[in-house]
């Protein structure tokens, strides 16, 4: 007969003695149960000591933590979180270097542990610390504990950034500033001032007047430092006020900074890691969002100083220096220029720029096009303005919508996802990347239409075709915009036909009865399939990342499903794995059997607070919690689109329930029609031989037909 619920079996360890083998009765107020613990090895004073975990980050157990303990769970007697922030604070202000340095390690360990770090700060723990950095005494690996702990007891929340002082401002920036400093400090000091900047708007202002963009560009030559570089750039660029930002973007294209990061990051003889890969994908989004003002910026048709860059656009394709000297001859011949532009309003073509977005970007990149590469300007525009066919591709009216499309494709005015990782390394290739993606792509245009043999009617088509060939080619994350072009000329219209009707196969083919009668008996065992392999790589687990209020140091957790599929195991991690993680290094688990349920999205426990925010759609759309008993959950955010289906559906096979994801259906309908194409083909290679003599009274070899389209 199995134990109650309520209690658990475990093992507790004291330095110098045998391990007590306990059944811990979860009804039991704890400070009850630790004195069972005392009384066993004759301790007295049971208020001065807790229960902390042996494993993994050793947290100390509270009567909100304790339902998390399992079977099998091994935890440690240890002196109370109170009495060891009282003896931690007393060492580290101790005149022993030697004392005060083991008492720095220990603290900066336990400082992450929330319950240890609300009795050290209720003791004005932070503020000793502080002094400590202030007093410029600290050096080495004692500045680093120092720094390490600091960072750790802030991080949890419970002090405002605001209370932080100018000299200590200073201390960490100085660290930063100077040239030869340990890489544990420097990373250090860069990740409290990113904190810092997040977390507080006075403190953004301070921080931008000690730390210059130059000295952090200075050290992404330091592959160990890199990434904390580029957060606190990205941390003062986000929150630099709007009239500051181009000024900021200025100098870091002075500095030099995507050359930079180019060489010594992306192409690098280092493997980008996830948070860097974020870092690089908030600063590109960032840089993008430069063009927000221009893309929300309606023309003003008044102005005279905008009604001449339409009149330099004229003038490059036109050779406009022979202008007729009669107004009414230059308003007709102006006017049939800007049909042969390409424009809507023939008359008053600064009318086609009034709505935003793409407003006055739009205008931008042609006139970019026009100067930068006039002779593909030119021929674009000659090439259509010459024909008679209806077949022109109207210029002007393709450049503004292209402009909006790429608006939308590289969500340009919207702010970075946390969870996401999506950077194009090409972008990071050229100074002027947005006008040359431009560039490119109003080549591609211009090509499909040519392909499509379009006409004005045909306009919304020919933008769909050239969406979807653009975003396929992003997809494929091409290296430089050379790679682009090539990438791109392999998708020709009539390759994004090939491709439509591939993925369309297993939608429209097949209609017949006879082959839905097949499909339907294929379903179950191709279902099973599915099954089988999502369960498989449960079984190799996958790797998360923990969400917190920082994007410094990553902090990773792994879980797995045990190869008899009756056990989930999981456990932190100090880095992401590059393989496998063995069983034994997996501390947690829950049983199979205690799983009620799994809920997705906002119905997550750990997304209720955060889905209504604007950064956090993402990571919404891709979290999922597992409810099991007694009342407990297990929250994950899929580090993408492909592993929170996997993971989803991997966890309703288990339970038995229905896989109901967009990668369940597709792969269950790509893996029908291939099936069927094999039977079918088999059918169709079917030789019949000739008919023997008729016998008496035999039924024939074949006594039906199979028809198909």
């Given at each position: 007969m199995p134990p109650p619920s309520d209690i658990v079996k475990v093992a507790i360890e004291w330095p110098g003695a045998n391990a007590q083998l306990m059944e811990i009765d979860q009804k039991k107020p704890l400070s009850s149960i630790i004195r069972e613990v005392c009384d066993g090895w004759s301790l007295?004073?049971?208020?001065?000591?807790?229960?902390?975990?042996?494993?993994?980050?050793?947290?100390?157990?509270?009567?909100?933590?304790?339902?998390?303990?399992?079977?099998?769970?091994?935890?440690?007697?240890?002196?109370?979180?109170?009495?060891a922030a009282r003896q931690l604070l007393d060492r580290i202000q101790s005149h022993g270097i030697d004392a005060r340095l083991e008492a720095l390690k220990e603290l900066a360990k336990l400082s992450a542990d929330p319950t240890f770090a609300t009795e050290f700060i209720s003791m004005e723990g932070i503020g000793t610390l502080a002094r400590l950095v202030e007093s410029g005494t600290h050096f080495g690996e004692m500045l680093a504990f120092t720094l390490t702990a600091f960072l750790e007891l802030m991080d949890h929340g419970i002090v405002s950034w605001d209370l932080i002082s100018l000299s200590f401002i200073k201390q960490i920036a100085g660290y930063v500033n100077q040239p030869m400093v340990d890489v544990s400090i420097l990373q250090r000091s860069l990740a409290i001032l990113e904190s810092m900047v997040l977390n507080s708007h006075s403190l953004y202002h301070r921080v931008a007047?000690?730390?210059?963009?130059?000295?952090?560009?200075?050290?992404?030559?330091n592959q160990e430092i890199q990434t904390y570089a580029i957060a606190l750039i990205n941390a003062l660029f986000l929150k630099a006020p709007e009239d500051r930002r181009q000024e900021m973007a200025s100098?870091?294209?002075?500095?030099?900074?995507?050359?930079?990061?180019?060489?010594?990051?992306?192409?690098?003889?280092?493997?980008?890691?996830?948070?860097?890969?974020?870092?690089?994908?908030?600063?590109?989004v960032l840089t993008f969002n430069l063009l927000e003002e221009r893309m929300m910026t309606k023309m003003d048709p008044s102005d005279q100083a905008q009604r001449d860059i339409i009149f330099e656009l004229r003038r490059i394709a036109f050779d406009g220096e022979n202008d007729p000297s009669g107004?009414?001859?230059?308003?007709?011949?102006?006017?049939?220029?800007?049909?042969?532009?390409?424009?809507?309003?023939?008359?008053?073509?600064?009318?086609?720029?009034?709505?935003?977005?793409?407003?006055?970007?739009?205008?931008?990149?042609?006139?970019?096009?026009?100067?930068?590469?006039?002779?593909?300007?030119?021929?674009?525009?000659?090439?259509?303005?010459?024909?008679?066919?209806?077949?022109?591709?109207?210029?002007g009216r393709c450049a503004i919508?292209?402009?909006?499309?790429?608006?939308?494709?590289?969500?340009?005015?919207?702010?970075?996802?946390?969870?996401?990782?999506?950077?194009?390394?090409?972008?990071?290739?050229?100074?002027?990347?947005?006008?040359?993606?431009?560039?490119?792509?109003?080549?591609?245009?211009?090509?499909?239409?040519?392909?499509?043999r379009a006409t004005a009617e045909d306009f919304n088509k020919v933008m769909q075709v050239v969406?979807?060939?653009?975003?396929?080619?992003?997809?494929?994350?091409?290296?430089?915009?050379?790679?682009?072009k090539g990438k791109l000329r392999g998708l020709s219209y009539s390759e994004i036909l090939r491709l439509r009707q591939s993925e369309r196969m297993s939608q429209d083919d097949f209609q017949s009865p006879p082959i839905i009668e097949l499909r339907e008996r294929i379903q179950p065992e191709i279902l099973e399939l599915i099954k089988q392999q999502r369960l498989n790589r449960l079984c190799e687990g996958s790797c998360f990342r923990k969400l917190g209020n920082r994007r410094r140091q990553e902090k990773f957790w792994f879980c797995r499903l045990s190869l008899n599929h009756k056990v989930l195991h999981y456990g932190d991690l100090d880095e992401s794995p590059q393989g496998e993680v063995p069983f034994e290094l997996l501390t947690d688990k829950i049983p199979v059997s205690d799983i009620k349920s799994v809920v997705t999205g906002k119905d997550c426990p750990h997304m209720k607070e955060k889905s209504a925010l604007k950064q956090n759609k993402e990571v919404l759309e891709q979290a999922f919690s597992i409810l099991y008993d007694p009342d407990e959950n297990l929250n994950f955010v899929a580090?993408?689109?492909?592993?929170?289906?996997?993971?989803?559906?991997?966890?309703?096979?288990l339970l038995g329930r229905e896989m109901g994801s967009d990668l369940t259906r597709s792969d269950l309908d790509t893996l029908i029609s291939m099936e069927m194409k094999l039977r079918l083909l088999d059918l169709e290679n079917i030789t019949i031989p000739e008919a023997p003599p008729p016998v008496p009274k035999e039924p024939s070899t074949y006594n039906f037909t199979y028809n198909y389209g």
């Open positions: 007295s004073g049971s208020e001065q000591f807790a229960l902390r975990y042996a494993d993994g980050p050793q947290l100390y157990i509270t009567e909100q933590s304790r339902s998390e303990i399992k079977n099998g769970t091994i935890l440690r007697l240890a002196i109370s979180p109170a009495r007047q000690e730390i210059t963009v130059g000295q952090l560009i200075g050290h992404l030559s100098t870091l294209a002075q500095k030099h900074l995507r050359s930079i990061i180019l060489n010594h990051v992306i192409r690098g003889n280092r493997p980008i890691k996830a948070e860097m890969a974020h870092q690089l994908y908030v600063l590109q107004t009414e001859k230059r308003k007709a011949m102006y006017t049939k220029d800007y049909k042969m532009l390409g424009f809507t309003n023939h008359v008053n073509p600064a009318m086609d720029f009034t709505q935003t977005p793409p407003g006055m970007l739009a205008l931008d990149n042609m006139l970019y096009l026009a100067k930068l590469h006039q002779d593909t300007y030119i021929r674009i525009v000659l090439e259509n303005s010459s024909r008679e066919d209806k077949h022109e591709c109207p210029f919508e292209l402009t909006r499309m790429l608006c939308e494709i590289l969500q340009v005015g919207e702010l970075p996802n946390e969870g996401c990782n999506d950077y194009h390394p090409m972008f990071f290739t050229h100074d002027r990347a947005w006008e040359e993606f431009f560039c490119v792509c109003i080549q591609l245009l211009n090509k499909t239409w040519k392909e499509m969406r979807e060939q653009i975003t396929r080619t992003l997809a494929m994350k091409p290296s430089s915009l050379d790679q682009l580090p993408n689109k492909y592993e929170y289906c996997i993971w989803t559906d991997g966890l309703c096979a």
